[in-house]
């Protein structure tokens, strides 16, 4: 098997996320040409889920979208300037695995769990 050079796999990844916030942004302004259509009043509407609920949706993929392609932005700087592949917190090197299972990631796996606070139990009482 052979192994996709950094630059084609971010360029991909940019691509398809791309194509995706650009269908997501269609799917918000179809949604509010139709809002501006109807006098149906959808906010009291038993039958379905609301307009403003599918727009809030829509709206919170477009925002992860685009948060993708600003991390994918900053690993092509990365791969420009060499540094693409070593981890921006301990200067380690990044795994072959985790940069094809995350290409725009910036840290190693050891950083990026270190990175999460773990969920401690609340205790009762």
């Given at each position: 098997m052979e192994e996709?050079?950094?630059?084609?796999?971010l360029t991909t990844e940019r691509?398809?996320?791309s194509r995706r916030a650009a269908s997501?942004?269609?799917?918000?302004?179809?949604?509010?040409?139709?809002?501006?259509l109807t006098t149906h009043d959808d906010e009291h509407d038993p039958e379905g889920?609301?307009?403003?609920?599918?727009?809030?949706q829509l709206?919170?993929?477009?925002a992860g979208a685009r948060t993708e392609l600003d991390a994918i932005d900053r690993a092509l700087e990365r791969l420009r300037a060499g540094t693409y592949?070593?981890?921006?917190?301990c200067g380690g090197e990044i795994t072959?695995?985790?940069l094809e299972a995350l290409p725009a990631t910036s840290?190693?796996?050891?950083?990026?769990?270190?990175?999460?606070?773990?969920?401690?139990?609340?205790r009762r009482g």
């Open positions: 996709e050079r950094p630059d084609a796999m691509d398809s996320t997501l942004q269609r799917q918000i302004d179809e949604l509010a040409e139709q809002q501006s889920v609301t307009i403003a609920y599918q727009r809030a709206q919170g993929l477009l592949g070593i981890c921006t917190r072959r695995q985790r840290t190693c796996i050891d950083c990026a769990r270190h990175a999460t606070p773990t969920r401690t139990p609340r």
